[in-house]
């Protein structure tokens, strides 16, 4: 039984520093408090060049933000070496825990593909040194899985020897996807869109990857779950994430909260905060 102290979420990726959350960021943070979200993790993307410390800016504020660097597979063709270089500086701050997101997204292509792809190994390799995990967007093409194959390929040939894993943020592939990337030391993040009724090839994922090897996010402000669906998301809504992977899996929606909690202290060596149930 799980006593009522034990109950907390954490919301492992959420955008909080855009202009979506201007006029109202700390209502919504505070919502989040409120709501029972213990932590929460500020996404450091921004719009790439120019706001790559927008992250660290955040999570100073609020001892229970933790952030990111990185830069998005969008603006692959932007940053310079310079740029590049604040990474590696912005890295070495105490609040940053990943590297990300990075990775590859076909179904956009702001950016070329093979210009993504450079960007995404170069940012592999800058993580390495500076011991970090790394958080990967993948989005393939319409009616394929070529950034899946490609990503997967990529992880494998440049980073699953560094042992230091990541996240599959934002789950959207198949259930074969999601084991070769646990096989290389991932876990795997559930947002708003399991919720989503055509969603059913991310719920079968979301009942067979390990209950230790998952953790949850809203992806805030994009996604919002039902009965959200068409509104801003923010992190407060994670709980509804946290409610449809616990009726797939037979546990609470607290449970849930519980077991993705733990999962996310335990992979990025944090305090541990959840009690035993």
């Known amino acids: ?93 105490p609040k940053v825990i ?27 390799e800058l993580a390495r040194a500076a011991n970090l995990p790394i958080v990967i967007h993948c989005r393939p093409s319409n009616g394929s899985e070529d950034a899946w194959d490609d990503c997967l390929s990529f992880i494998k040939e440049h980073w699953s020897s560094s042992g230091l894993g990541g996240i599959l943020h934002c789950f959207t592939g198949m259930t074969v996807h999601a084991k070769l990337a646990l096989d290389m030391g991932f876990m795997i993040s559930f947002a708003g869109n399991v919720t989503f009724p055509k969603a059913q090839r991310i719920r079968d994922a979301g009942k067979a990857v390990p209950l230790d090897r998952i953790l949850i996010e809203t992806d805030s402000p994009y996604l919002a779950p039902v009965p959200h669906r068409g509104k801003r998301n923010e992190p407060a809504f ?35 905060k959840v009690n035993s149930p």
């Open 238 to 272: 994670v709980k509804e994430v946290a409610r449809q992977l616990g009726e797939l899996r037979g546990l609470s929606t607290e449970e849930i909260g519980h077991e993705t909690s733990s999962n996310f202290y335990r992979f990025f060596s944090l305090r541990e």
């Open 1 to 93: 039984m799980f006593l009522a102290s034990s109950f907390m979420f954490v919301d492992s990726h959420a955008h909080l520093e855009g202009k979506q959350f201007q006029a109202d960021r700390e209502q919504v943070i505070a919502r989040a408090r409120e709501a029972g979200i213990d932590d929460i993790v500020a996404i450091g993307n921004g719009d790439g060049p120019g706001s790559l410390d927008c992250g660290i800016r955040l999570a100073e504020q609020y001892e229970f933000l933790h952030t990111t660097v990185g830069i998005h597979p969008h603006e692959a063709k932007l940053p310079t070496d310079g740029d590049f270089q604040e990474l590696e500086r912005l890295a070495r701050h």
């Open 98 to 124: 990943a590297w990300g997101e990075i990775g590859l997204d076909y179904f956009y292509a702001h950016s070329p593909r093979d210009v993504q792809q450079q960007v995404f190994v170069r940012q592999m």
